[in-house]
């Protein structure tokens, strides 16, 4: 199904088919993921391939054009060449690898039985892709929330300050559809309740900041699309769009400094209780409730950043 | 289980990443480009999540009834590769907007053309 998906990518001409089944592909992949047992990153490439990333590239597609230009000369064998054999030496490589499932490949052989075995008892957390994410990697994450960060910021240098034609397409074309209206209205406070859900629960289901984030952030795209920018900008305002995203950062980094301040190595939450599980539960929160808000406040700004220099009214999705 | 049978997660990787380097390299159109592209980071997340899969296990949230998992490490390293591959197709996308505005097409060739007198 995957491999059928991208082929036809390959073929299509209509750039705005091809993002659609760019959000097909992203929501099969997804399903793949419940089976390999990952649900966390099911979960998320859900919410950010099929939502996020197809409403972001619909909306390029609205500034830019739809159809891909016709080429004149034929397409020269060379790329495919390329592709062919990269691929076929690729399959040599894997001729060697483990066996889908084997419990005796070496991936699982050498820190992951640790997490598996004591996360239990060191971190109190029964969802292990949390207690690795948010304490045992808590540096790596941390990074990743900077990341994000700094692209926010990136977007919001390139599209939001030097404003071309920024004010034109404020009021969307969907104003006037009765049945989406309420139907958005009935839907938004679920999803926000949802998100709120993801969010603090992440210690026990599937779950976490990163897709509390992306899931708040559709609904507020999600009303953006339905009522218009002008009042999506009336419930959040930019202003404090650009505070949350460095607060998120900053709320993750100072936990990391109370820990120090505390007596402990930077991130090392046993020392925020004097229980060290409930430290830990301390700190996971903090540091979930840093990412989410992070998360949240750069997709709704890019996808404002995106929406505001719209020239012509944007097409359906979800 | 036969070499065929067991390595077929790999291939299919493999195929989507050849058809993702495919795009990027044959097609001029930008918006395409960044498709292929995340064909091919998607491919990357399969191949880790597929190895992390561990036959009978369950998915990695602690339950007494439960006494094999898969490995939790593929799934942390992709969950916040996901998040953060948005972050930068986002960031891809604004500039291809920009590009679009400054020399009014998308395609490779097009900008090469006008780049070119000077």
């Known amino acids: 199904m995957l491999a059928v998906t991208a082929l036809s990518v390959v073929f299509l001409r209509d750039l705005f088919a091809i993002v659609m089944l760019f959000g097909i592909y992203s929501l099969l992949s997804a399903g793949f993921f419940v089976t390999m047992d990952a649900v966390d990153v099911a979960l998320t490439e859900a919410a950010v391939g099929a939502g996020v990333t197809t409403v972001l590239m619909l909306s390029t597609l609205a500034l830019t054009r739809r159809k891909e230009k016709a080429r004149l000369s034929p397409p020269s064998l060379l790329p495919l060449a390329v592709a062919t054999i990269t691929g076929l030496v690729l399959v040599y490589g894997t001729l060697d690898m483990p066996h889908l499932g084997d419990p005796d490949a070496p991936v699982h052989q050498h820190v992951a039985p640790r997490y598996i075995e004591q996360s239990g008892e060191e971190i109190g957390v ?14 790596d994450t941390l990074g990743e929330v900077v990341v994000i960060f700094a692209a926010g910021l990136g977007v919001l240098a390139l599209l939001g300050v030097a404003g071309g034609d920024r004010h034109r397409a404020r009021v969307s074309a969907m104003e006037h559809h009765l049945v989406l209206r309420v139907i958005t209205k009935a839907l938004a406070p679920l999803i926000l309740l949802y998100a709120l859900y993801i969010q603090f629960h992440g210690d026990y289901g599937p779950g976490g900041g990163f897709q509390a984030g992306v899931v708040f952030a559709a609904a507020i795209i999600l009303f953006a699309i339905v009522f218009g920018l002008t009042k999506a900008e009336q419930v959040i305002t930019p202003t404090f769009l650009r505070y949350m995203m460095g607060a998120g950062a900053l709320i993750y980094g100072a936990t990391g ?62 | 289980m036969s070499t065929t049978l067991g390595l077929y997660n790999y291939w299919i990787v493999i195929f989507l990443m050849m058809v993702g380097l495919y795009i990027v390299i044959a097609h001029p159109n930008l918006i395409k480009k960044i498709v292929g592209l995340n064909i091919f980071q998607t491919s990357v997340f399969i191949l880790y999540i597929s190895m992390g899969k561990v036959k009978g296990g369950a ?37 291809i907007v920009r590009i679009n505005e400054a020399y009014g097409s998308v395609e490779e060739d097009e900008i090469h053309d006008q780049d070119a007198p000077l």
Do not use: C, W
């Open chain 2, 59 to 95: 998915a990695p949230i602690l339950d007494d009834a439960v006494t094999v998992y898969s490995n939790p490490l593929p799934h942390v390293l992709i969950l916040t590769a996901i998040v953060v591959g948005v972050s930068t197709t986002a960031l891809a996308l604004a500039l």
């Open chain 1, 257 to 318: 400094v109370v820990t120090l301040v505390l007596g402990g190595n930077f991130l090392d939450y046993n020392t925020l209780a004097h229980d060290p599980l409930h430290g830990q539960h301390y700190g996971i929160l903090a540091v979930e409730f840093g990412v989410g808000v992070t998360v949240t406040a750069v997709m709704i700004s890019i996808f404002f950043n995106f929406f505001g220099r719209s020239s012509k009214p944007q097409e359906e999705e979800q």
């Open chain 1, 126 to 139: 029964p969802n292990i892709v949390t207690s690795v994410l948010a304490s045992y990697r808590g540096f």
